[in-house]
Every structure is written in C-alpha cells, then in structure tokens.
C-alpha cells in the first residue's frame, strides 16, 4: 500500500494563478481531510469529506474549493492564490465505522506564492 | 470551542536524558486526545491516542503520556529520548467527531 499520496511536493505560484493540489489513498478510507500548515503554527482544517460526493467545510475553507468524485481522490482547488496561501498542506484520511478513527497523512505539498 | 495550547515551542535535551513535553487543552465536552510526530520533510506520524480507560497510555518509540481530567493536561514523556526523536511533536483534541485541533507544535531537539 501507498497509503496517501500528494502531488506535487513542492509548487510555485504568481498571484491570481490557479491550480490543483492532488491527494490519493488506496486504503478504502471513507474520510479524507485537507489541512494547511503554516509556520510555527499547527494544522488546520481546510475541508473535509465523509464519502464520494459529501464534502463540507473546515475552519479555513475560503479561497480552496474541493470535489470527491470517487472514494480514492480528494482534490484540493485554489482558484485565485494569493500570499496569504503560502504554506504546506496536507491530506489525510480515515476509515470511520462509529467512534473516533486514526488520520493518516501524506507527505505534503509545500506552496509558495509569489 | 475546543483548543489546544502547547506552551514550548523548543525543547532542546541531551541523548538518554528523560524528556517531558506539555500539552494543555479546554473542551466543554468529552475530549479525546492525541499525540503526533512529524519527522522532518514527512507527514504526521500518530505516536498514541487517549478515547477512555486508563489514563496512561502507551505509545510507540517508547512514548508514553498521561491524560489528567483536573488539570485539563494531556503531557508526553519518554524516559530516554534518542537523536532520532529529533521532530516536531503536535498535541491534538477532538471532540469525537472526526475533526482534529491542533496545537501549534513542539519543536524537540536532541543533542549528543
């Protein structure tokens, strides 16, 4: 298994550009989770989602979009990027049956925004 | 509103000393808590996890924490740390509903 991968690892951006943050896991998780990491600060929660085609926001939803077409990928949309979206993010995910479940993470996509 | 504070941004100790690492959170309601490690350039890592029973749990890496309902305290311990314990340490709450807070990280260092 590869667990939850994330593409690219590292991306540079100019103001008002867009582009896709990819996130994948082939464990059959049900929950997969976008979250932003900034410096010297802890994650937070960007969205979520609870199965294919359930999505709902996080703490931190505005300016991300997201889609869950199918129960492996979990992508994460930035239409405008601005400064203020310079961090790292990461994708989880977690197989949820009742009752708390552990999150597992990918390795990050590291954004600069210029 | 649930939050978690992690009051040591650093913690630098030497090799086989013991190490203890804060975490106080606040909840209204049922709390569960966690503890995540981040190596350096990797994702998070789950270390141990508290949802009910005993209040000491055991972790891997030889980790251990002990979850304290008066002192709303959820500390991390390891009685002989390793260079390779060199990592950021994340203190997590949930609610029981999936979603994770976060604390804002502790940056362990371990010299020789």
């Known amino acids: 298994n590869a667990g939850v991968t994330q593409t690219p690892k590292f991306r540079i951006l100019k103001i008002g550009q867009s582009m896709t943050l990819q996130c994948a896991q082939d464990m059959n998780h049900n929950y997969m989770y976008w979250y932003r990491q900034d410096p010297g600060m802890g994650l937070k929660l960007i969205y979520y989602s609870v199965g294919a085609g359930i999505t709902d926001k996080g703490e931190v939803p505005n300016g991300y979009n997201v889609s869950r077409s199918t129960t492996e990928d979990f992508p994460l949309r930035l239409e405008l990027a601005a400064p203020s979206q310079t961090s790292v993010y990461f994708c989880a995910s977690s197989y949820v049956a009742g009752g708390l479940s552990e999150q597992f993470f990918g390795p990050g996509t590291r954004l600069t925004v210029l | 509103a649930q939050s978690v504070t992690q009051l040591d941004s650093q913690v630098p100790v030497f090799e086989e000393a013991p190490v203890e690492l804060r975490c106080n959170y606040s909840?209204?309601?049922?709390?569960?808590l966690f503890w995540y490690v981040q190596y350096p350039n990797q994702g998070l890592q789950l270390l141990l996890k508290?949802?009910?029973?005993?209040?000491l749990v055991k972790g891997i890496n030889g980790f251990e924490a002990e979850f304290n309902k008066s002192q709303t305290s959820f500390h991390l311990r390891k009685p002989s740390v390793h260079i390779s314990d060199t990592a950021e340490y994340f203190c997590?709450?949930?609610?029981?509903?999936?979603?994770?807070?976060f604390g804002t990280g502790t940056r362990l260092l371990v010299s020789p």
């Open positions: 997590a709450v949930s609610d029981g509903f999936q979603k994770l807070v």
């Open positions: 909840s209204s309601v049922s709390v569960y």
């Open positions: 508290y949802l009910s029973g005993s209040t």
